[in-house]
């Protein structure tokens, strides 16, 4: 692409950023809808978050990404935030408007979006979830403002989601378990949906979650790693005639939501899916 005089800036902020996927996913779908833009990683350290942000405003950079460890520092730095990042307490999407900053949070909208593509519903359901990090507030808030009956959060760490479960609890029934086989035996028949949110499954030497014998037939069952493309949890799942969905979904619909509000048009999410197929998995 050509960059001239007019060029706008986007970026993602991290540390590291190295890594990050989203470079490629959103110059991609800036070139395809014929944006003149560019989307550029800036790693910034911790120390350096504030004036990241006042370099934003001063350098007119018209919107970002924050990924990790920034999401929830970034929040008190923010001029306006909406109602999901307010409620996450984290920002993965800024929107420069006039020097003022806008702040978003497209993980839960993304991750609601990738389970809505693949025809899975919410209304009335019962949810399981395991983990309560960063990634499984975003995605019990998803479940539940997607209409989930009743939440069961498992985690390792049982004040952990102890915590988590009081703040989801303002939106529905909620209901946390340390993560133990006895508990994960009498709530899993329960299910209908079963979402993995830890980083259980990313590597091959990971222990199971739990006795994945014990999936209940023919529910649906989400990981949202995406490398792995099928952890152990979701290989166990497809023998059980389960529906299966990784987290490549989450991925490219978060960044989706990004570029429809810093752009107000529709995100080409097809290129975008493509992209990130490619680069993922060949
Ligand atoms: P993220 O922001 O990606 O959610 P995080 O906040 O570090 O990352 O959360 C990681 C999640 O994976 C937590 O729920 C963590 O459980 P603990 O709170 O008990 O630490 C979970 N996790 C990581 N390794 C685990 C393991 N070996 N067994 C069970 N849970 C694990």
Same mark, same amino acid.
């Given at each position: 692409m050509e960059i001239r005089g007019s060029t706008t800036v986007y970026g993602i902020i991290g540390y590291p950023v190295k890594h990050s996927l989203s470079p490629l996913m959103q110059t991609a779908a800036f070139q395809e809808a014929g944006i003149d833009a560019v989307y550029v990683p800036f790693e910034v350290k911790p120390e350096h978050l504030k004036t990241a942000l006042d370099g934003i405003r001063a350098l007119n950079v018209m919107g970002v990404n924050v990924t990790i460890p920034h999401k929830e520092r970034v929040v008190e730095f923010i001029d306006f935030l909406d109602e999901d990042a307010e409620f996450l307490g984290a920002v993965n999407t800024i929107k420069n408007v006039e020097g003022k900053l806008h702040g978003y949070n497209t993980d839960a909208v993304g991750f609601y979006r990738s389970l809505v593509e693949e025809g899975i519903a919410l209304k009335g359901k019962t949810a399981v979830m395991f983990g309560a990090g960063g990634a499984a507030k975003a995605v019990g808030y998803a479940l539940l403002k997607g209409g989930v009956k009743f939440l069961h959060i498992f985690n390792r760490n049982f004040s952990r989601a102890k915590e988590l479960g009081d703040l989801l609890s303002r939106l529905g029934n909620v209901l946390v378990y340390p993560l133990k086989e006895s508990a994960v035996e009498t709530v899993l028949p329960t299910a209908d949906v079963i979402v993995n949110t830890t980083s259980v499954g990313m590597k091959s030497s990971d222990p199971h979650l739990?006795?994945?014998?014990?999936? #209940?037939?023919g529910k649906t069952v989400v990981d949202?790693?995406?490398? #792995?493309?099928?952890t152990e949890l979701l290989k166990a799942a497809k023998k059980k005639g389960c529906k299966v969905v990784n987290g490549l979904g989450m991925l490219l619909y978060q960044g989706v939501a990004a570029f429809e509000i810093w752009t107000g048009r529709k995100a080409p999410a097809e290129l975008m899916k493509k992209v990130l197929l490619e680069e993922l998995y060949g």
């Open positions: 739990f006795d994945y014998s014990k999936i #209940p037939e949202i790693i995406y490398t #792995p493309p099928e």
